[in-house]
């Protein structure tokens, strides 16, 4: 996935047909950070009515990312073929949004595999060999996004 | 035998007060999987901050384990918590003491 260019705050990329497909997967798996993995304080700071508030809040955020990637992925007007490649279309608003949902898969797949301190090594024969693939390929579109962001700027 | 009646309104005065008083430390942790350039265009997306001041509080978090971010009430540290949270980042309030 690259940058092509940014035109009134449009974001047009290209990817390979197989990236949007890619892309694709990686988005829907959205969310994968457990409900309760987030704390508001690590000490007595913050009493239950707090966190509560904090849970129900990341839970209505989840479900408005969820719903948006429905429309992004649903919406014809966004990815047009042009040549053997496929062209992305990208509003500058949308994109801390999609930074989000690709973090969150990427972080939870993470949490999955038990939050290793050491990046695990691929094995196509491991139990935790699909979490590593989706926790990687969301790190690659991650660092595509950040990059066409610093481009921009 | 005198009533003694619970001084509800300071109390509920002073509850507020403390509310707003600005004894709440946002801190972000460590972790080994958030890319560095990402924690660095978060924290200039929540703070509004300059690329070089992110990039700072980025490195204290990657080099030290953790970074202060700011200190603020109550109700704005759980702002900035939930904010920092909704980019999957590890971040708490503390209460400064």
């Given at each position: 996935?690259?940058?092509?260019?940014?035109?009134?705050?449009?974001?047009?990329?290209?990817?390979?047909?197989?990236?949007?497909?890619?892309?694709?997967?990686?988005?829907?798996?959205?969310?994968?950070?457990?409900?309760?993995?987030?704390?508001?304080?690590?000490?007595?700071?913050?009493?239950?009515?707090?966190?509560?508030?904090?849970?129900?809040?990341?839970?209505?955020?989840?479900?408005?990312?969820?719903?948006?990637?429905?429309?992004?992925?649903?919406?014809?007007?966004?990815?047009r073929k042009s040549g053997d490649a496929i062209e992305m279309i990208l509003m500058a608003s949308e994109i801390e949004w999609v930074l989000q949902v690709l973090n969150?898969?990427?972080?939870?797949?993470?949490?999955?595999?038990?939050?290793?301190?050491?990046?695990?090594?691929?094995?196509?024969?491991?139990?935790?060999?699909?979490?590593?693939?989706?926790?990687?390929?969301?790190?690659?579109?991650?660092?595509?996004?950040?990059?066409?962001?610093?481009?921009?700027? | 035998?005198?009533?003694?009646?619970?001084?509800?309104?300071?109390?509920?005065?002073?509850?507020?007060?403390?509310?707003?008083?600005?004894?709440?430390?946002?801190?972000?942790?460590?972790?080994?999987?958030?890319?560095?350039?990402?924690?660095?265009?978060?924290?200039?997306?929540?703070?509004?901050?300059?690329?070089?001041?992110?990039?700072?509080?980025?490195?204290?978090?990657?080099?030290?384990?953790?970074?202060?971010?700011?200190?603020?009430?109550?109700?704005?540290?759980?702002?900035?918590?939930?904010?920092?949270?909704?980019?999957?980042?590890?971040?708490?309030?503390?209460?400064?003491?």
């Amino acid at each position: 996935m690259k940058l092509l260019r940014v035109e009134n705050d449009r974001f047009f990329f290209q990817l390979i047909p197989r990236e949007k497909d890619l892309l694709e997967i990686v988005l829907r798996l959205y969310p994968v950070i457990p409900p309760t993995h987030q704390v508001l304080s690590k000490s007595s700071t913050a009493d239950k009515a707090n966190q509560h508030l904090l849970d129900e809040a990341l839970a209505e955020q989840r479900s408005e990312n969820k719903k948006r990637v429905e429309d992004l992925l649903t919406n014809p007007g966004r990815f047009r073929k042009s040549g053997d490649a496929i062209e992305m279309i990208l509003m500058a608003s949308e994109i801390e949004w999609v930074l989000q949902v690709l973090n969150d898969v990427h972080v939870g797949n993470w949490v999955l595999i038990g939050s290793p301190e050491q990046r695990p090594r691929f094995s196509p024969i491991s139990k935790h060999a699909r979490f590593i693939v989706a926790m990687d390929l969301a790190c690659m579109f991650e660092s595509q996004l950040l990059e066409a962001i610093s481009l921009s700027s | 035998m005198p009533e003694v009646i619970p001084d509800i309104e300071r109390d509920e005065k002073s509850k507020s007060e403390s509310a707003k008083e600005p004894g709440y430390l946002v801190v972000c942790w460590n972790d080994p999987v958030n890319l560095m350039d990402y924690v660095t265009h978060v924290f200039q997306t929540v703070f509004a901050w300059q690329r070089p001041k992110a990039e700072l509080h980025m490195k204290q978090v990657h080099n030290l384990g953790k970074s202060v971010l700011v200190r603020e009430s109550l109700e704005k540290a759980e702002h900035y918590v939930h904010q920092l949270q909704k980019y999957s980042l590890h971040a708490t309030m503390e209460r400064d003491e």
